[in-house]
């Protein structure tokens, strides 16, 4: 299996701030890689597939860059509804795999 | 709205069984894959397996083909996912999710709608 190594696993961070979280596959996925935002209560969201393509309905303060296996989440000024936890996942071959995910927390 | 709706979760003594539900809406079901991904407690998400639209394919994660079955009934808009002699370790969150498609194209392995999910807890 791909082996997903997400960090940090904690990230602390006030509104208006930018923030990066990376992902490095264990083998190449090739561009094939989503980011998931989770929140209590509310259903898990795709925010971004194929490394860099922006899921319909997104905020263009997300975006997602790939760097050979390393992929990069980046959250420009950072609104209030951001904060929660951050997972990415390979979609390149079964089975697919998650990171261990960061939890995005208000400073 | 995309709406799916997990139902079927509760206690279950090691070595039973458990069948979840998922009712879709909001959309055409039978035109899309669907998923089942699971999160165990204080750790991360893990696939489970999808199912095709004509319900004739299916293909798993290794670690859950032999004791997990996933099925469909289009007439009923309803996903499910059959799990057989649980062990502890299958105590999670089983959340129902969408196979995005974009103009036409499947996206596989990317989810695009996830249901609220449905708790399954193994313990005698």
């Known amino acids: 299996d791909v082996q997903m190594t997400q960090s940090p696993y904690n990230l602390a961070a006030s509104p208006g701030e930018s923030v990066s979280i990376n992902c490095k596959a264990s083998?190449?996925?090739?561009?094939?890689l989503a980011w998931y935002q989770q929140k209590p209560g509310k259903a898990n969201k795709l925010l971004i597939y194929d490394g860099s393509t922006l899921q319909s309905g997104i905020p263009s303060r997300f975006s997602g860059s790939r760097s050979g296996t390393d992929f990069t989440l980046t959250i420009r000024s950072l609104e209030p509804e951001d904060f929660g936890l951050y997972y990415c996942?390979?979609?390149?071959?079964?089975?697919?795999?998650f990171g261990a995910g960061t939890k995005l927390e208000l400073k | 709205e995309v709406q799916l709706v997990e139902s079927g979760g509760s206690l279950v003594q090691p070595g039973g069984s458990l069948k979840l539900s998922c009712v879709a809406s909001g959309f055409t079901f039978s035109n899309y894959w669907m998923d089942w991904v699971r999160q165990t407690p204080g750790k991360s998400l893990e696939w489970i397996g999808e199912i095709h639209t004509d319900v004739s394919e299916t293909n798993y994660a290794p670690s859950m083909k032999d004791r997990f079955t996933i099925s469909r009934d289009n007439d009923k808009n309803t996903l499910y996912l059959e799990m057989n002699n649980v062990r502890s370790d299958d105590t999670a969150i089983y959340y129902c999710?969408?196979?995005?498609?974009?103009?036409?194209?499947?996206?596989?392995?990317?989810?695009?709608?996830w249901g609220q999910g449905a708790s399954v807890t193994v313990s005698s």
């Open positions: 996942q390979q979609h390149n071959e079964y089975p697919y795999t």
């Open positions: 999710t969408r196979t995005a498609v974009y103009y036409g194209v499947l996206l596989r392995g990317v989810m695009d709608a």
């Open positions: 083998k190449s996925i090739s561009k094939y």
